[in-house]
């Protein structure tokens, strides 16, 4: 008895200790984000450690040149790097009421805040921040 309850203990301790170490790391990538978001992205920059997904879609959105065929494309990227951070569309909702000219800013303070309230579950961070980066918000 004593040694299942010493091994229940142990399991705790190490669930504890992963859910910490997967909370630092989310913050990480968030802070990461909110570092980036702000600024609009360059098609000549590299764009960093992205999935080869993002990275074919990228250079799709980059090839177009009409601004609606690049908006549905950057749409198409950032629903995909959500697939489950629900409370996200809030922090959209938010950013899309700023006034023009603000936007990008409340996208900055925005954005992040609701990945990081989701601890990045649902959310392929690089990815995101990537094409919101790419996006024309004003």
């Not at 989310?26 to 080869?52: F, H, K, S, T, Y």
């Not at 990275?55 to 990227?77: F, K, V, Y």
């Not at 989701?118 to 919101?132: A, I, K, M, S, W």
Request: contains cysteine; aromatic residues 4%.
């Amino acid at each position: 008895m004593r040694l299942t309850i010493l091994a229940g203990l142990a399991l705790a301790t190490a669930c504890a200790n992963e859910h910490e170490a997967k909370r630092a790391a989310c913050e990480r990538r968030v802070e990461w984000m909110r570092e980036r978001i702000g600024e609009a992205a360059r098609d000549d920059e590299d764009p960093g450690p992205i999935p080869g997904w993002a990275r074919e879609l990228r250079a799709q959105i980059i090839a177009r040149h009409d601004p609606t065929g690049r908006a549905a494309l950057l749409g198409d990227g950032v629903a995909r790097s959500l697939e489950g951070c629900y409370g996200i569309a809030d922090a959209f909702r938010a950013a899309a009421r700023a006034p023009a000219g603000e936007r990008r800013a409340a996208m900055a303070q925005e954005i992040p805040a609701a990945v990081s309230a989701c601890q990045c579950r649902g959310v392929d961070v690089e990815p995101l921040t990537l094409f919101l980066r790419m996006s024309p918000a004003g």
